[in-house]
């Protein structure tokens, strides 16, 4: 009788480690199933998060942020600190920082604000608010900005960013000062 018991208990310590190896193998390749194991009405906290986001197995951009709150019922994360690198297709890097920030977890789509500085090559953009959106790979904002670099001084009310064709458009009293152009 007792032995029966112990190796009812023994198997059922088994079947459970197997259960939780298999959770954990489906989360590690999965991440966001992890979330999805959380009940509905579910927030949860942490710290320094490194988020990776590729398609067609090609790296896009990479998130990183001083803490994030995820509300599992609204599909986002609060950011705080928040800095995002996006990967051209020739290489270059797009460097966007902010001190806060939302990420939609169900589109992927982002916006950062306070005092936001993005660093493309040589040039400096800095604005207030820009939103990313991931069907369209872009970024934008309706905030003013102010674009340096280069001998090129940029200022307008609002731009878009275009990652797939890297096309810049700055629309709404739109002033432009050139230094150091040469022929």
């Known amino acids: 009788m007792v032995k029966m018991v112990l190796c009812c208990m023994v198997s ?3 079947a459970m480690l197997g259960f939780g190896l ?3 193998h489906r989360v590690k390749k999965d991440p966001d199933a992890a979330t999805a194991l959380l009940p509905e009405n579910t927030d949860i906290s942490l710290n320094q998060i490194h ?3 590729t398609r ?3 790296k896009e951009w990479s998130l990183d942020a001083d803490s994030v709150r995820f509300q599992k019922k609204e599909n986002r994360s609060v950011l705080r600190n ?3 690198t996006f990967f051209l297709k020739d290489g270059a890097t797009v460097y966007v920082t902010g001190k806060e920030g939302v990420f939609l977890t169900d ?3 982002m916006e950062i604000w306070g005092d936001v500085v993005v660093r493309y090559g040589q040039y400096t953009l800095r604005t207030e608010k820009l939103t990313y959106g991931d069907k369209t790979r872009s ?3 309706e905030t003013p900005i102010l674009l340096e670099g280069e001998g090129v001084f940029l200022s307008g009310n609002n731009m878009t960013f275009s990652f797939a064709d890297e096309q810049v458009i700055v629309g709404g009293g739109v002033e432009t000062k050139v230094t150091d152009f040469v022929l």
């Open 51 to 53: 988020q990776i986001s």
């Open 22 to 24: 298999f959770k954990f």
């Open 139 to 141: 970024v934008h904002t």
């Open 12 to 14: 059922l310590m088994v």
């Open 107 to 109: 589109t992927k789509d």
């Open 56 to 58: 067609d197995g090609i």
């Open 82 to 84: 928040v800095a995002v």
